[in-house]
């Protein structure tokens, strides 16, 4: 159990407004405000990308992505969003879902952080609960192996609220 001493202020949901839209606006305004902030080019594509990712609650994959596109943009080639996604996650405006290789919606954009996924097998709802106390633990305890961290994902695979009631 995760004391929420350990959770980040700003916890995921939230900070966010219950309404879709409204939700995805603001996830919108504050990365259009990060590039501003850092000079990053937020390219059309770019932004296509991530507003897709933004508008699901649910990790999403390039070839989704892909087909997702195709109405606005036509076919483009997967090297293209690939790009498109390295640079999204890069700068942290998503995650990487290792376990799907599917990618999602950071709702900390711009803050240092370490999250933990959990991740419901039923529905593939996804939430991120930012929180350094796991991470931290986990990476003091790598180097007694004589292993040095390059890169750190905690996915937890289960069942979310709704997806529990429904199978009780
Ligand atoms: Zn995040
Ligand atoms: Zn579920």
Do not use: W
């Not at 109405?71 to 996604?85: D, H, I």
């Not at 995650?95 to 954009?109: D, G, T, V």
């Not at 390059?150 to 997806?163: D, I, K, N, T, Y």
């Amino acid at each position: 159990m995760v004391r929420s001493s350990e959770l980040h202020s700003a916890d995921c949901d939230s900070a966010l407004p219950a309404d879709h839209t409204a939700r995805l606006a603001h996830k919108l305004a504050r990365a259009d405000a990060l590039a501003a902030e850092r000079g990053l080019a937020l390219t059309t594509l770019r932004r296509q990308v991530y507003t897709l990712i933004a508008q699901s609650e649910r990790p999403v994959g390039a070839y989704d992505l892909i087909a997702a596109l195709e109405p606005q943009r036509g076919r483009v080639p997967p090297t293209t969003v690939y790009r498109a996604l390295d640079f999204l996650v890069e700068h942290g405006f998503v995650h990487r879902i290792e376990s799907k290789n599917a990618f999602f919606a950071c709702c900390l954009m711009g803050e240092p952080h370490q999250s933990q996924f959990l991740m419901c097998d039923a529905c593939g709802d996804t939430v991120e609960i930012p929180g350094h106390g796991l991470a931290a633990q986990l990476s003091r305890s790598a180097p007694a192996h004589g292993f040095e961290v390059h890169h750190q994902v905690v996915e937890l695979r289960g069942l979310c609220a709704a997806c529990k009631h429904g199978h009780a």
